[in-house]
């Protein structure tokens, strides 16, 4: 624990509980006078221990600062204290800010504010590894300069602050504003450009006003025709309040200045600014989208680069014309801001596509999103935490907020194009709303970083979102819906269940069941939730063989009718569930077979796809019971076996490879099994299917052996297809059926989706799918015929 953190917490809380709004009120006043001299007993126990302890003495001099006091003196001696005694550089640059204030607002002394801002840079020039600080600081501080050297008139030392303040944090609104007219004034127009150009982003059009009016008269002096950037501040603004600039109306503005525009695109075509201009009038005063995509085109093509949020208007004129997005591509400007801005926009339009089921759309905007979303990303990390890049990203909470969004969209675009979370690219969106959230703490990262982090089973990941949550969840908790504690629990104990952690799971475990059971939470989705986390701490019993206590736990859970209540149909299917593999774990084949039947006998016409899961797990299960054989555990044993020599067994030989893939096919359903599957290992599904008929009316079998590599989203499909056909003989006069098959290999991607075909033929493989399909066949039919073999000894 910090030292005396718990001084500076009392402190903290007297603080905040001071009241100035009333400075006529007595006995307030009496009762502020009497905080502050608590808070200055409880700093000086703290000064008594440690002399020099910078945060005491800052809180002494906030309470100097107050009305109560206004110890001016006290205030001055002790960030003299700080600057001479402390090697923190925060602590400094407070203690000179103090100081700098002092000698501003209470002293009007401008020279020794001055001299104090000369030692602060001092001071700054030291940081190392400090980038976003050193700027912000260096910005500030050159700002406080200008402004100080421009009330004194030296309005040439003025502007040389202004312009080092605007290199290190360009997004000083006010600075921006003040130093940008003072170069207007002087005529100075590429540099006022820079600096009002930022003022113009960030602020409305009346706020715009005073440097726009100057613009015009500048322009119609002819003082501007190499400046369209500065006319294009002027456009705008006037366009928007036409009646501030004298205007009658946007009409007479128009009348005006578009045939100036017009004739600057014929006179000087390379003039970037004039044609976009052109289409902003075209777009938003004629509605005409075709010149309006024409003309930003125009624009596009002479500036090669995306540097502002005029590609939105882009992207605008373009959805008219029904044209994709994703063929419009420039380079981005690195401007962490801007992307955050476009990321943000088209994350939100994708949002509503998707809600009125506009897949097409939904998955355009996405990728738009994503890809400014990723170059704002390195934009930020560059600056953050590589120490390079631009000083315009200094925004650490739009950092967070880009890294929050582009996650959610990393997501949906990853289930768009693969259908699936289980990718680098969702492992990605995790580790960012992490990263997001140690920039900048906010609940989203964490809630979206928790669903991402469990569809992507990124276990570490996902224990660290929860168990920050749970550290800070009084502070959030007002904001959050009654079921999220629940979900913080479900989601915490699959992580411990990836991680193979038993008795961290089982505590999660009963604590769930616990505040549950004890607060009464008779909530549908509550007690939903709660399945799903009994859910997998059952199945984490299963697995590691604790089958008595199994029947214990299930038991007692469902022994509580809320969960009948509540949630019928899951709650019953699933005691049922783990009650059978509990009992066929302890090898009680009467027992399981009986709540086997019942889950088929109940659940069979269930229109809940995670029910029909678990009723054909059931009937699975009683064709094993019924063919007395374990056909799931041969997959096993066969896949364990190591061959003492390996053959070759070529994809090509197609012939052979019928006679083969019948072989295994026997071994592993015996003509008794319609199929048979297993986890063989973390990452490798086996699937056998025997003799499947195509359909009703069609004498056509599909029997298949499928290796499903979830780590790479592939499945590969060894198929053999039989069917009967009829042959006439010489002259039509007999006829004979002729049974015939056929071999094919394939290649799957989305196995866990319910999506359309994503099938590739072996033939038209890439040549790295067609040499894993071959090895994995070569390995398989080697294990086939030494397991074989060594059954027969």
């Known amino acids: 624990m910090k030292k005396f953190s718990n001084e500076i917490n009392h402190i903290t809380e007297l603080y905040n509980s001071l009241d100035f709004s009333n400075e006529d009120d007595l006995l307030l006043s009496i009762e502020n006078k009497k905080t502050c001299e608590n808070i200055l007993i409880i700093v000086q126990t703290i000064l008594n221990k440690e002399p020099h302890h910078s945060e005491a003495l800052l809180w002494r001099i906030r309470i100097n600062n107050l009305p109560v006091f206004n110890n001016i003196s006290d205030i001055q001696d002790d960030c003299n204290l700080i600057l001479n005694a402390s090697s923190d550089i925060n602590d400094k640059l407070q203690a000179h800010d103090w100081l700098i204030y002092i000698y501003m607002e209470k002293l009007s002394l401008n020279d020794l504010a001055i001299e104090t801002l000369q030692d602060k840079l001092i001071d700054i020039s030291v940081i190392k590894d400090n980038c976003p600080l050193q700027d912000q600081a260096f910005g500030d501080t050159y700002y406080r300069l200008a402004y100080l050297y421009q009330q004194a008139g030296d309005e040439t030392t ?32 590429d540099e006022a450009e820079q600096l009002l150009s930022e003022h113009f982003e960030e602020a409305d059009p009346v706020e715009c006003k005073d440097y726009a009016e100057k613009i015009e008269v500048l322009f119609n002096r002819g003082k501007l025709n190499k400046h369209w950037n500065l006319f294009n501040l002027f456009y ?102 801007i992307c955050y801005h476009v990321l943000t926009t088209y994350l939100e339009k994708g949002n509503e596509a998707q809600d009125k089921n506009d897949h097409f759309s939904a998955q355009m905007y996405y990728e738009t999103a994503k890809k400014y979303g990723l170059v704002g990303y390195h934009a930020f990390d560059d600056y953050f935490n590589g120490n390079k890049g631009l000083s315009i990203n200094n925004e650490p909470h739009t950092f967070a ?141 299963m697995a590691k063989g604790l089958h008595n206590q199994s029947i214990n736990d299930v038991r007692n859970l469902f022994s509580n009718p809320t969960y009948q209540k509540m949630q019928s149909e899951k709650a019953e299917v699933f005691n049922y569930y783990f009650m059978a593999h509990a009992y066929l774990g302890l090898n009680d084949k009467d027992e399981a077979q009986k709540y086997f039947k019942l889950i088929t006998e109940k659940f069979t ?63 592993v359903t015996n003509h008794q099994m319609p199929s048979s599957s297993a986890w063989v290992e973390k990452d490798m599904y086996i699937g056998f299917e025997f003799r499947e008929k195509r359909s009703e009316t069609e004498e056509i079998y599909d029997s298949f052996f499928y290796i499903h590599l979830k780590s790479e989203d592939l499945g590969i ?36 989706s319910n999506t359309s075909d994503t099938r590739t033929e072996f033939e038209m493989a890439s040549e790295y799918l067609q040499q894993k399909a071959q090895y994995l066949w070569k390995e398989w039919i080697n294990k086939l015929h030494y397991y074989q073999s060594m059954t027969l000894k």
Not at 655 to 667: A, C, D, H, P, S
Request: aromatic fraction near 16%; proline fraction near 2%; hydrophobic fraction near 40%.
């Open 158 to 189: 003025a502007i040389d602050y202004y312009l080092k303040s605007f290199k290190h944090a360009p997004k000083i609104t006010p600075r921006n504003y003040e130093g940008g007219l003072l170069l207007l004034e002087l005529e100075r127009f």
């Open 605 to 667: 016409n269930t229109q809940l796809s995670y029910i029909r899961d678990v009723v054909n797990d059931a009937k699975s299960n009683l064709n094993i019971i019924n063919a007395g054989q374990n056909f799931d555990e041969i997959i096993v044993s066969l896949y364990e076996t190591e061959p003492e020599r390996l053959f070759d067994y070529l994809l090509k030989a197609k012939e052979e490879n019928v006679k083969y893939l019948k072989q295994i096919l026997n071994l």
């Open 401 to 541: 907020m880009l890294c929050n969004n582009l996650g959610i969209v990393i997501k949906q675009v990853s289930w768009y194009q693969h259908k699936s979370y289980l990718n680098d690219e969702c492992k990605f969106a995790s580790d960012i709303h992490w990263q997001g959230y140690q920039i900048s703490a906010f609940w989203e990262n964490l809630d979206n970083g928790m669903e991402i982090s469990w569809r992507n089973e990124s276990a570490l990941n996902l224990e660290n979102f929860c168990m920050e949550v749970l550290s800070n969840f009084d502070y959030y908790k007002n904001i959050l819906e009654a079921e999220k504690w629940y979900q913080v629990m479900f989601y915490l104990i699959s992580a411990y269940r990836q991680l193979e952690r038993f008795d961290e799971a089982k505590q999660v475990y009963e604590q769930t069941i616990q505040k549950f059971e004890g607060k009464g939470d008779e909530h549908k989705t509550i007690v939903s939730i709660v399945l799903d986390t009994a859910i997998v701490y059952f199945n984490f019993l």
């Open 717 to 752: 499909r060894y198929e053999l297809v039989e069917w009967k056909d009829v042959e006439s003989g010489f002259l039509g006069l007999s006829k004979k059926i002729v049974e015939r098959s056929t071999f094919y290999v394939s290649f799957y991607t989305a196995y866990n």
């Open 236 to 337: 705008p603004t006037a366009f928007e309040i036409p009646t501030e600039f004298g205007y009658k109306n946007r009409d007479e503005f128009v009348a005006k200045y578009l045939p100036i525009v017009i004739i600057e695109t014929e006179k000087n075509p390379a003039n970037a600014i004039a044609w976009r201009m052109l289409s902003n009038n075209y777009y938003f005063n004629d509605k005409n989208a075709k010149k309006g995509f024409d003309n930003l085109t125009k624009y596009y093509q002479i500036v090669q680069q995306v540097k502002d949020l005029a590609i939105e208007r882009y992207y605008d004129t373009a959805e008219d014309l029904d044209i994709d997005l994703r063929s419009i591509d420039f380079p981005i400007y690195p401007n962490g801001a």
